[in-house]
């Protein structure tokens, strides 16, 4: 019986029923697209624009808290590096209130800007090492044993690296130059300047210096020294280790280097501490000369203003390629952010920063600068292939003729060939930022804008 009623209901349930028509989930082909990429607008830009960051472009200034991410601009000499992107950014008042380290290779800047600079209320320093400006030391700003080996260490590494660049010869055994480390720690313990260290290395005859250094009063000297010495096995050999220490540190000999490291004028804190636009001056021919200064001059500056906290800093480095090794610097642009610091590097392209750094610690660099500006004539294939890759790919239809038949497909390639990134027009520039699409736009030249150059008072 009730088999019976259960039929019965299904029956008039499906007498009942609403047409199928009405129910029909119609089913519809998703066509999924070969590659994505393609050329941005400014809105697409979103969030990463604003008003109180880095102005890179006609159409594209960030906000501080993407330019604290980083930016890396890749660009040959005289595409517009300086007059469309450094000082555009030293002839606004739109960042908050700062600090600025500007790396002035031609003087330029300073002179265009450090009016305008104090007149917002940042304090400009001149800082030229081999010139009479404002002075520096780094030995004085090392506070314990650990930072004066970090010093030695850097010092010893970049002097070798420069002489290498120089020479396209090895400045020695790196052995040697691993056994000298703890001698030159011992002679900067004792000495108030680096070039006093030197001096004393220079001076000093070898049997003197067994005398002198192993009866120091101060026990860190007198251990240093010792752990020399059970390196150096003979008088030849302690010779010839000293020779390649001081072949490393020939910058130091130098009177202008002398004289600009004998105080400091300035500290790392007093970034922090109140707004000031510091340029370091020095003539561009010079910069292989001068990067084992420059090298620990930053490096030093960097590492400082990571445990010392207060006001933001942004560091604006042209010629970046030329000044050396900075220690740590993969580290400073991963961290950075959240310490307040912001970099915008200058670079022509990437082989030098393969020479310097290595090609992973180089990757890991350019990688954690999320936004590439490039300028016009790039000739370095490896800057070329690593922006076309970063654009990716485009789809494109394509036509193909058999007879009279006519048949369309789709197919992809690059949304910017490294061809056609070299052959940028004139006066542009190519934004590739974070996770947004490549953005071409007008360079943001000073000179032809009223805003900027009634800025420029001298």
């Known amino acids: ?99 600025i380290v500007v790396a002035d290779p031609k003087g330029e800047q300073y002179l265009l800007s450090a009016e305008y600079q104090r007149s917002i209320g940042r304090t400009p320093i001149l800082f030229e090492p081999l010139g009479n400006s404002a002075k520096y030391n780094p030995l004085e700003q090392c506070k314990d044993f650990t930072e004066i080996r970090d010093l030695a260490t850097n010092l010893i590494m970049n002097g070798d690296m420069a002489m290498q660049m120089a020479t396209g010869r090895n400045g020695g055994s790196t052995e040697w130059q691993t056994m000298s480390i703890p001698l030159f720690i011992a002679a900067l313990l004792r000495s108030k300047t680096i070039s006093e260290a030197v001096k004393f290395l220079v001076e000093t ?3 003197e210096l067994v005398e002198l250094l192993a009866r120091e009063p101060n026990e860190d000297i007198r251990q240093q020294f010792a752990i020399f010495m059970s390196s150096a096995e003979s008088p030849k050999t302690m010779a010839s280790i000293k020779s390649t220490l001081l072949s490393s540190l020939q910058l130091w000999t130098d009177h202008n280097i002398i004289n600009s490291t004998a105080k400091s004028d300035f500290n790392p804190s007093d970034l922090r501490n109140k707004p000031i636009a510091l340029y370091i ?35 604006i480095l042209d010629e970046f390629g030329n000044i050396g090794r900075i220690s740590n610097f993969e580290t400073a642009v991963t961290t950075g952010r959240s310490e307040g610091l912001s970099f915008l590097i200058c670079i022509q392209d990437m082989v030098r920063l393969y020479e310097i750094y290595g090609k992973n610690k180089t990757t890991t660099i350019l990688n954690c600068l999320k936004t590439k500006c490039v300028l016009p004539s790039i000739s370095d294939y490896e800057a070329l292939t690593y922006i076309s890759n970063l654009c990716d790919d485009t789809e494109i239809a394509t036509e193909s003729y058999s007879g009279d038949k006519v048949s369309h497909s789709k197919t992809t390639r690059k949304l910017f060939t490294p061809g056609a990134i070299r052959m940028l027009k004139d006066d542009t520039i190519l934004i590739v930022a974070h996770n947004k699409y490549p953005f071409l736009d007008k360079q943001n030249t000073y000179y032809t804008q009223e805003k900027y150059t009634r800025n420029v008072l001298t």
């Open 205 to 207: 005859p070898s049997l």
């Open 281 to 315: 001056k020095y003539d561009a021919f010079k910069s292989n000369y001068l990067s084992p200064f420059l090298s620990v001059f930053y490096s030093q500056l960097i590492e400082k203003l990571m445990y010392c906290k207060g006001l933001p800093v942004t560091f």
């Open 1 to 99: 019986m009730v088999s019976e009623i259960d039929m019965l209901y299904k029956f008039l349930l499906i007498a009942m029923a609403i047409p199928v028509t009405d129910l029909t989930i119609k089913l519809t082909k998703t066509r999924v697209k070969l590659a994505t990429s393609k050329l941005g607008t400014r809105h697409d830009l979103g969030r990463l624009n604003g008003k109180d960051g880095l102005i890179l472009s006609k159409q594209c200034q960030l906000s501080f808290k993407k330019t604290l991410e980083g930016v890396c601009v890749i660009a040959p000499t005289g595409e517009g590096k300086s007059s469309s992107v450094t000082i555009p950014i030293l002839l606004s008042n739109d960042l908050p209130k700062s600090s």
